[in-house]
Structures are given as structure tokens and as C-alpha cells.
């Protein structure tokens, strides 16, 4: 199909698509959950009649707001592409999927409205009723339920965006509430957007220096990572990647017969491994590609070829496109090609040159040539685009700045008529039609004509986006629907000199362009925003302009000027293969909030992200929480609304982080010193927020709903803290309704508190090591978690233990806190002595969860454990497992049924209670939490099942003990483990004939890996949990000397021979018992 017929059908099927659908289309376009940026203002914003949109049309404002904020440029899509199921906009898909999990995502504009109205009859209700002008929940779902019109009316959806909403729990919202709330939603969706999208280049660029000559016309690149630039006295330099020189040749001999001769463009025909240079003496070259030996020449073009171009076609056809100094596009199409190029070949020469005059060209019956006149001035760029069947040119005269034309005449109905008429091909007459007569023009059916202010020096075509992009002296880079000349979708405006070169990259969705100034910009193509500006200063670019050529394959920019220079984009470092993580920074705590069924967690980089507790998929999140500084703990306040981060900067901060708006802070006057630990206290109806740190001191902040003050600053400071407190930094701290606070320090010391009165209730002296080592300096001492027993403090019991705290050498210690304060048990889960990094108390105080600094997490019965005093044996060791490959930073036991862990692995990963692998928060394949089918399990990650220490031969496996058996404890008698069978209640048995095929198939899939790569991680991802089954035995010392076989009956039947010999060893046996 020739472009004319490709334009008109294509568009006769245009089709807009910049119709918005939803008030949140503009911020909802992204692949993934957005991060945004931390959001602080003076006073947050605050469901009362003080705050919101005085005055002003709400749903007006939200449209003039999103409209504002949408800079999302319509596109065009042919019928073809419908036929053929494509949608340019490929954001649509997306958009509805982010937006079936949130209830305010699906609201139109004219639903918008609608709830406006209902709002307000709502208001008048309440108002009627209570006096106030505010809604409660019932009376906000029954609105929420009359003004959507889509089925999807999740009541429990509904009643989440209430509590969003309504982040102070005070149990109302208004309409200037509710609006506040959807602007900084989609607002800061929007901001995420261009910081998802950021890019950059590496800075200063890759120079190599070029000696002096002529300026560079042209930088092409060839298949086998070549670079070939061009010089204007013909100068060729073959360049490597690595901008390292391979070779070197000039292609116009020393003559001194003739004028000397300059090249105006290069292109390349790699399949027929020639190189097509055009000349200032009206000459089209070709070169061999491999060695640059001259091959043959055309001569006598009636104008200097200014720009080349080159396609191939069918097998042996190809187009040779040039623009000469009269702004016509000359078109050669060749048949026979290397037939016809052999005998060119064999013409006489020209200095060294075999030569044929372009009028000898044309009578060849292989050749069809045609010349069209175009521009009113000469030609800038030239190309053919093969997607469209078009060729498209610029030059600096205004009124045809741009064409986009066909490439042979006759394309209309009355053309093609007279063609069938008059089929005569005679030479003399393809001779007069090429020669004798004026160029042709084209019919205006068959071209499409820009006009631009000022002409253009550079375009570039995009079929895939439907879009053609020109720029010029006017500095200004210009966007078009390429079948709708009138006017452009689209400018850009930011280039302080004329732009010289344009490069669209669909795959990127980035538009690279260069200015005569050096300046070199990249470009959003789906919100038209400048992502980043690289300077002359910057890059090191320095000299004029030459050449520029976008490298895709690599993404870089090469560009030319007195030197040759490499700009490399800065590229997120690829995913390990089948490595999930979570963050890209180890995760240094996570929480579970059950108002909203979510988890939170936070990296050492300050990244807050949201997860879905039920499904493992990222909801959202933002980025610098505390600036540069990183994130220490994290907590929530009763409600859940709200959530409490702590930091390296000594600040907490209070958020409304389903849209990471930052609501309070807070902090002391005082130097600030890092956070290490907080809580959320509620104690006689007072909330507060208790924080410690590297400041040795109880930081008490009231909770005070009323206070509007962005800035908070703690209550003064106990007494008793002030005198008798911590002498070293404090770790930790743990609470106990309704009245006790533990906190623990690095000297090891824990101190109870009574956070009514202030006072100290008791102190507690971590014990020494059980093998006496006394030595109290250095970080063994520290204690880093508590937890408290709380069925047992709450009654006061004097003989039971009422705290778990870990301590130096990897041990755990049970605290007697009532009837003198005391340890009453202590002993070492990890048998290395791997330091006790977090701990977790199941509600009723039945199990212990202890993980270590190794990433085992081990699961204790301590339901009778320390109740009548002293222990001097361990608790029953009901299961253990790795769940992680480094420290673990967090564990939480989720409604009785699920463990959640966080490690410094940049993991935060969900297990069932008895250690069964449910997923990895961030992974592709999402589980459904109520369907055991959809977790990992068997499988556990692929990092725990490589690890050394995961093998049997780590001493922390070493023994009889298998990985996750249930029953006997470590401590227990081995040898009545071993005459039990292996217990393994959470795997399959070996013997499942599913299983052991999948063993059998991830067994030999890792030794071929391991062999390809022994030192590289690239195990498949949820392999089953092989290790957890092996058992480690001694194999006895056998002596390798054999008695040599008797050679001389090989040739006899083996099966006779096996039983001579099972019968001489039988009598051999005989004669020894005897």
C-alpha cells in the first residue's frame, strides 16, 4: 500500500483520545504504584470549616485543577491499529487497574458533581440534626452510594476513604475535607509521574579528541558496534564503542589534476557492504564498506547531493534517496542490484574510478529515476520512512519547511489512466522524461506540506507514536500529528538556541535533542516535560556542532564537534536475575495496620512504601520522609490512620501517608540526635508518643488534635529520667497497658517505668555469658528487644516472667519484673551465638518468635515456660527456619495466623505461624491470603536455598536436627531423635511423587547453574525447601585398597561369575567364624 492510500484511510479513522474519564486519568497512567515525594506544609490539612476551598466552586476547582495538572497531549490511532487491537495510549489499561482498587479513583467529574449536591443535602440534614456542618460515616456511604453509578460499590472501600479522610478519628468530614484529600491524591501522583520518570545522563561525557581537520558531516552506526564518522574532506574514522580507534582512511586520492573535492553526506548499503558517499562535484560514490576501496561512481547529477538516505527492499531492490542544493528530492530505484552494480563496475574509469554519468543511469532498464521539485531552498535533512511509504524532507524556506511526500508519480486515478494508455519504454523517452524537461511536482494529493516559522534544520518521525516532531531556528521543537498540518498538538519551549538535531525513542517514551549551544535535553513524549538539561559546561562539549547520533542499543548520545563525545544514560542497574526485593536500600523496619488490612515499611533511604497485606501488591508510597536522612522505626497511632517515623535527623514525623502528606513534627530544641525507637501510648483517655534515641532521654509528645502548630515539642523530661536514666544510648523501648514502659540501652541496661507517675519501678542488669566471659566493653552488651509477656504482667504474678529481652552472645533472657526484679531464664537460640535482632509474643503468650542476626527466625513454646520461677532448660523449640540472608529488623505476628519479617536483605516477606512461605512483598506472581495454593510454599527463596549457611554443613544446621522438624527441642536427646522418624509437618512427604519430580527437576536445573556460574546467584526464584529435609550423617573412613580382579574369566558369563564370587566370600566369612 502506497502512503497516499495509508493516509487516507488512516485518516478517515482518527480518533482523539483525550477524553477524560476520571478526575484521576492524569495521575493514574503509571505501570507500578507511584512513589511520591514527601509532602510538608505549615499546618496539614484539616476536615474543618477553616480549611479547604473558601469560597470557591468545588468541583470547579477540582476541574480547572486536573486539567491543570493533566498535560496529557491527545494522540491519534488509525483504524489499522484498532483492526489490529493497538491503542497508542497504552496507559488505559493501567489506569483502570489502579484504579479498581481504590473507590476515589473511580469517580467522573460529573459524579464529582453529584456528590457535591448530596454533600450538601447531607450537610443540611446533619445540620438539622446535630447542629453541625459535617457528615458521619453512615450519612458519607449512603452519599457515596447514590452518586456512583458504577456497580463497583464496596462498602468496606467506602468506609476506608472515611478514615482516610478523617485522619484525626474525629468521626466527621466536610466537603472541603474530601476535597483537600482527592487534590493531594492526585496531585502528588502527578509529581510522581515525572519522578518515576526521571533520567539523566553520566556527567561529564566520554571524550576522545580528534586531530585537526575538517568538521564531521555524519555518525553512523553498523551492526557489528561500529561507529563510522565522516569528515568534510572525506576522512573516514571507524570508532569502537569505547570511542577507541580501529581505523583510519581517506577515500579521495591526491590528485592535482582536478580541483579538490569536499563529501556533503555518507549512508551505508550494509547489504551490499558498500558505503554511498556524495560529493561537492555533483557525484554519488560508492566505496566497498570492508576496506573503502573506490567502487564505482554516477557523475553529472544536475545538483550537489546534500543529504543521502537508503532503503532496501525486495531481495535485490533498493531506493537511493538524495537532496540536493535546489531543494529537489532525487529518487533512484534500483532492480538487480548486484548485477547492476557488477557492471558499473566494469566501466572505464575516472581517476581511479569507474564512472557512469547519471543520463546513462536512467536508460538502464533496472533503474527508475525520478526528481521532484519540493523546497524553495535547499534541503536540511532528507529521509524515507518504509512504515509509511514516504519521504520526508525539510529546509530553512518557510512555506515548504517540511514535506511528507510520495516517492514515485502517477498515484491518482487520472495518472494511472494515462499510464495504461501509453505503455511505451523507450529509452530516448525515459531520456527526455528524465533530463530534458523541468523537475516535477507533485499532486497535492500526493504530499502533505508544513508551514513553519522560520523553516527546519532537523525533524524526526515516530510511526509507532503517530508523531513527527521538527525543529529550527525559532528554538522552538514542535510537535505534529503528521496527517494534520495546520496546527501542532504540542511545543516545546526551553532550547537558547536553534535545535540542530531531534531523536524520538518509542521504546523510552524520551524525545533527545541538541541545540547549536551544545545544549543536549531529554524529553517526556507522554507529558511533553523536560527531564533533564545537560550544558556544554556540564557535559564537556566544547567547539561547534558537527554531527549527533542516539546509539538506542547502548543509550547513549554520540555528538561530534572538535572532539567526539559519549553520553551514556544513567540506567537503573538491572534486577539480579529471579532476585525479589522489596526495597532497593536494606529495610530497617515494617508494621502491619489492621484499619486498613496494609503494610508499611521503610528503607535506609527514607522510602516509605504500602503494601496489600492480602495480595503482596505495592499500593503506594513516597520518598525522602526525613530529607537525606534515613528512617530508624516506624509506628501507628490507635486508630491506624496515622503513621509515626522516626529518624537519623532526631525528628518524628506524623503522616496522612495513604498520600504522603507529612502532617506534624516533631522535636526538641535541643541538638538532634538520632531516633532509635518509638511507640504510641494511650494511657487514661491521654495519647502520646514516646520516643528514645542517642539522647539517653524519654521523649514524651501529647497527642493533641487541637494543636494546628506544624512543629511539636516534647513534654519536659521525668525526673527520675534526668537523674537516675540511662548513662548510655537507648535502643529500645516497649510498652505495656495500662501502665508500664520498658526501655533498654547499649551498656545493656533495662529500666521499667511507670508512665503516669514518671518513676522508675525497677532496673534490670542483663546477665553475663554463660561461659564467663567479663568483658563489658564493646556491642555484645547492648540490648536491642524487648517484649513483653502481657497476660502475665497484667496480673502482677510474682514468681512468672513478664519480659523477653535479648542480650550479648546471642542470648534471651525471661525477666521477673513483680516480687524482685530478676532474671529467671536465659539461653542461646543460634548455636553460633548469632545475635537476637527482634522478638514477637503471640496475644495469649503461648509462642515466642526470636529471629537472629543470621535471618533464622525460631519459634518457642512458652506457654508454661517460666510461670513458677527459675528455668534452667530452654524452652520447647517447637519449629525454626531462614527466612532471610541477613539481619532481621522486624517481626509481627499478624492476627494470630501470620508472621511478618524484615531484613537488612531488603526483603519484607510473609510466613504463615508455623513458617510456611507465603511471598515476598513486591513479587510478581501475587497470592491471595485466604487460597494456601497461591503461597510459595514448599518453595522458599532462591537467595536462602544458595546460601552457605543454609546448607547442613553450617554449624547452625550441624546435628540431628532437621530444619523445620516439629517436636523435640535442640537440646532435647539426640538419640531418641534418631529413632523417630523426621517430622516435617510443613512439607510434603519426599515420597509425593509431585514433589519429588519437581526436587528432581530444581535439583538438576541449580548444579547446571552452579556449574555455568559458580559464583553468580541466578537460581530460579521458589524452589522447594530441599535443605529442610536433609539430614547430616557420618560417613565411616573405608579403605580404597581392593583386591584385583581375576582378568582371566571376562570372557565368561558375568552372572556365573557374580555367583563364584558371592560364594567365595560366603566360605571366606565360614572359615573366619570358625
Not at 528530492?329 to 558499473?344: D, F, H, K, M
Not at 531523536?503 to 523510552?508: G, P, Y
Not at 535443605?1027 to 573405608?1038: D, G, I, M, N, S
Request: aromatic share 8%.
Amino acid at each position: 500500500m502506497n502512503w497516499r492510500g495509508r493516509r487516507a484511510g488512516s485518516a478517515l479513522g482518527r480518533l482523539e483520545t483525550a477524553h477524560v474519564n476520571s478526575i484521576l486519568d492524569a495521575a493514574a497512567i503509571l505501570e507500578e504504584p507511584v512513589m511520591l515525594r514527601a509532602q510538608t506544609c505549615p499546618a496539614g490539612p484539616r476536615p474543618s470549616g477553616k480549611q479547604g476551598l473558601l469560597g470557591a466552586d468545588p468541583a470547579a476547582w477540582l476541574l480547572r485543577a486536573c486539567l491543570t495538572r493533566q498535560r496529557m497531549r491527545s494522540h491519534s490511532i488509525g483504524m489499522e491499529d484498532l483492526a489490529q487491537g493497538r491503542t497508542p495510549p497504552h496507559h488505559a489499561d493501567l489506569a483502570r487497574s489502579l484504579r479498581a482498587e481504590k473507590i476515589e479513583h473511580q469517580l467522573t467529574l460529573e459524579e464529582l458533581q453529584n456528590l457535591s449536591a448530596l454533600f450538601q443535602v447531607g450537610i443540611d440534614q446533619e445540620y438539622e440534626k446535630r447542629g453541625r456542618q459535617l457528615l458521619d460515616m453512615e450519612t458519607f456511604k449512603c452519599i457515596m452510594k447514590q452518586s456512583m453509578r458504577s456497580q463497583n460499590k464496596n462498602i468496606e472501600q467506602i468506609e476506608q476513604l472515611f478514615m482516610k479522610i478523617d485522619y484525626e478519628s474525629a468521626g466527621r468530614i466536610q466537603w472541603d475535607g474530601f476535597c483537600t484529600y482527592l487534590q493531594l491524591e492526585y496531585s502528588e501522583q502527578a509529581d510522581a509521574l515525572a519522578r518515576q520518570k526521571e533520567v539523566s545522563f553520566q556527567l561529564p561525557a566520554v571524550l576522545q579528541g580528534l586531530s585537526y581537520g575538517a568538521p564531521v558531516l555524519r555518525i553512523l552506526s553498523v551492526p557489528d558496534d561500529t561507529l563510522i564518522m565522516i569528515r568534510e574532506d572525506g576522512a573516514i574514522y571507524f570508532w569502537s564503542l569505547q570511542l577507541k580507534l580501529k581505523r583510519r582512511k581517506r577515500v579521495f586520492d591526491k590528485s592535482m589534476s582536478r580541483k579538490p573535492r569536499w563529501v556533503t553526506d555518507v549512508i551505508s548499503m550494509p547489504q551490499y557492504n558498500k558505503l554511498i558517499v556524495g560529493t561537492g562535484n555533483r557525484e554519488i560514490q560508492l566505496y566497498e564498506l570492508s576496506n573503502l576501496e573506490p567502487y564505482c561512481q554516477i557523475g553529472g547529477l544536475e545538483a550537489v547531493p546534500l543529504k543521502l538516505d537508503y532503503c532496501y527492499e525486495d531481495p535485490d531492490k533498493c531506493l537511493i534517496f538524495y537532496g540536493d542544493n535546489q531543494g529537489c528530492v532525487n529518487i533512484l530505484s534500483l532492480a538487480s542490484v548486484g548485477e547492476l552494480l557488477r557492471t558499473w563496475k566494469k566501466l572505464p574509469k575516472i581517476e581511479n574510478m569507474p564512472n557512469i554519468s547519471i543520463n546513462n543511469v536512467v536508460t538502464s532498464p533496472n533503474v527508475n529515476y525520478i526528481r521532484w521539485k519540493v523546497h524553495g531552498d535547499w534541503i536540511t535533512q532528507l529521509n524515507y520512512y518504509d512504515s509509511i511509504k514516504a519521504v520526508i524532507s525539510s529546509s530553512n524556506h518557510e512555506p515548504s519547511a517540511l514535506v511528507i511526500g510520495c516517492t514515485m508519480r502517477k498515484t491518482n486515478v487520472k495518472q494511472k489512466m494515462k499510464e495504461i494508455r501509453g505503455v511505451r519504454k523507450d529509452v530516448e523517452a525515459r531520456r527526455e522524461q528524465a533530463f530534458l524537461g523541468l523537475p516535477q511536482r507533485r499532486a497535492e494529493c500526493d504530499q502533505t506540506v508544513f508551514r513553519i516559522y522560520k523553516g527546519v534544520k532537523a525533524f524526526s518521525f515516530c510511526k509507532r507514536k503517530n508523531l513527527l516532531l521538527t525543529g529550527g531556528m525559532d528554538r522552538i521543537i514542535r510537535i505534529w500529528n503528521p496527517y494534520l498540518p495546520g496546527k501542532p498538538t504540542g511545543m516545546l519551549k526551553s532550547h537558547m538556541a536553534p535545535v540542530i538535531y531531534i531523536h524520538v525513542s518509542a521504546e523510552d517514551n524520551k524525545i533527545f535533542s541538541m541545540s547549536t549551544d551544545n545544549t543536549i535535553k531529554i524529553w517526556d513524549l507522554e507529558t511533553d516535560s523536560c527531564l533533564f538539561t545537560a550544558s556544554s559546561k556540564a557535559s564537556g562539549i566544547k567547539g561547534e556542532f558537527a554531527a549527533c547520533l542516539y546509539l538506542p542499543h547502548s543509550g547513549a548520545l554520540c555528538v561530534a564537534t572538535d572532539t567526539i563525545a559519549l553520553l551514556h544514560l544513567r540506567l537503573r542497574s538491572p534486577p539480579e536475575p529471579y532476585l525479589v526485593v522489596s526495597h532497593q536500600e536494606p529495610v530497617v523496619c515494617c508494621r502491619y495496620n489492621p484499619a486498613f488490612r496494609q503494610v508499611v515499611s521503610c528503607s535506609e533511604a527514607s522510602v516509605v512504601k504500602v503494601w496489600d497485606f492480602e495480595t503482596g501488591r505495592l499500593l503506594s508510597g513516597f520518598i525522602g520522609a526525613h530529607g537525606s536522612a534515613g528512617i530508624t522505626c516506624l509506628t501507628f497511632d490507635t486508630s491506624g490512620r496515622r503513621l509515626i517515623t522516626g529518624g537519623r535527623d532526631g525528628c518524628l514525623k506524623i503522616w496522612s501517608y495513604n498520600n504522603g502528606h507529612c502532617l506534624h513534627t516533631l522535636k526538641h530544641d535541643e541538638k538532634q540526635n538520632e531516633v532509635c525507637d518509638c511507640t504510641y501510648l494511650e494511657v487514661n483517655q491521654n495519647k502520646c508518643i514516646i520516643a528514645v534515641g542517642w539522647d539517653r532521654r524519654i521523649n514524651v509528645y501529647f497527642d493533641t488534635p487541637c494543636d494546628f502548630h506544624h512543629f511539636w515539642k516534647p513534654q519536659p523530661h521525668w525526673q527520675d529520667d534526668l537523674n537516675h536514666g540511662h548513662k548510655e544510648d537507648i535502643l529500645c523501648v516497649a510498652q505495656c497497658p495500662p501502665f508500664l514502659l520498658a526501655t533498654s540501652s547499649y551498656d545493656g541496661e533495662v529500666i521499667i517505668w511507670n508512665v503516669i507517675s514518671g518513676h522508675i519501678y525497677c532496673k534490670l542488669n542483663t546477665p553475663s555469658p554463660s561461659d564467663g566471659a567479663e568483658d563489658r566493653k564493646g556491642p555484645d552488651w547492648s540490648v536491642s528487644c524487648l517484649a513483653f509477656l502481657k497476660t502475665r504482667a497484667a496480673k502482677f504474678e510474682s514468681e512468672a516472667a513478664s519480659l523477653i529481652a535479648n542480650g550479648p552472645r546471642g542470648s534471651v533472657t525471661f525477666w521477673r519484673l513483680f516480687g524482685g526484679a530478676c532474671p529467671i531464664a536465659n539461653f542461646t537460640p543460634s548455636r553460633d551465638k548469632a545475635q537476637v535482632s527482634s522478638i514477637a509474643v503471640t496475644a495469649g503468650d503461648v509462642l515466642a518468635y526470636v529471629a537472629d542476626q543470621e535471618g533464622f527466625v525460631h519459634v518457642y513454646d512458652i506457654k508454661e515456660y517460666g510461670l513458677r520461677g527459675p528455668e534452667l532448660q530452654p524452652p520447647k523449640n517447637v519449629t525454626f527456619w531462614r527466612a532471610h540472608v541477613s539481619v532481621v529488623t522486624s517481626l509481627e505476628l499478624i492476627e494470630e495466623k501470620f508472621l511478618l519479617s524484615s531484613s537488612l536483605d531488603r526483603t519484607v516477606r510473609l510466613w504463615s505461624k508455623d513458617g510456611e512461605y507465603i511471598g515476598t512483598f513486591g513479587q510478581h506472581n501475587l497470592w491471595d491470603i485466604f487460597t494456601p495454593a497461591s503461597w510459595s510454599h514448599p518453595r522458599v527463596p532462591h537467595e536462602i536455598l544458595t546460601d552457605p549457611q543454609s546448607m547442613p554443613a553450617h554449624p547452625v544446621l550441624e546435628g540431628d536436627v532437621a530444619a523445620m522438624h516439629a517436636g523435640k527441642g535442640e537440646q532435647d536427646n539426640v538419640v531418641e531423635e534418631k529413632a523417630k522418624p523426621l517430622k516435617t509437618p510443613n512439607l510434603r512427604s519426599p515420597e509425593d511423587p509431585i514433589l519429588a519430580v519437581e526436587m528432581k527437576e530444581d535439583i538438576d536445573q541449580w548444579l547446571l547453574l552452579h556449574r555455568n556460574q559458580p559464583s553468580g546467584r541466578t537460581c530460579e526464584l521458589g524452589w522447594p525447601s530441599i535443605y529442610q529435609t536433609l539430614r547430616c550423617h557420618e560417613v565411616a573412613c573405608v579403605s580404597t585398597v581392593v583386591e584385583k580382579p581375576d582378568l582371566s574369566i571376562i570372557g565368561s558369563d558375568l552372572f556365573n561369575y557374580n555367583c563364584l564370587v558371592l560364594e567365595k566370600e560366603g566360605s571366606e566369612v565360614a572359615q573366619k567364624e570358625h
